[in-house]
């Protein structure tokens, strides 16, 4: 009721003995709306709506440059430490290393 929440066969008994409706009219309507939901939720879905749960190309396009932008990321990161150690190696850097006491 008030969409809130689903008709139960103890509701529908009720409101079909109190309204004069056939048995089963209130389920049958709850079944149609939640059916009709469904639908339209596949709908969004299939034209790629994000808030329905669609992938739209937008979203594959933005994973695609974030996982590249991750894959340079980590590349530099790597190269990093090998960087270093040549600098250390060569003295660079190091300038209290080089330094007689």
Known sequence: MLGKRAITADTDLRLARDLGMSEGFFIGLQTDYELMERKRR????????????????????TLFVCGRARARIREAESARPARDNEKSKRGVGNAGASQKT
């Open 42 to 61: 596949h709908r969004r879905q299939a034209q790629g709506d994000p808030a329905a749960g669609g992938v739209t190309k937008h979203t594959i396009v």
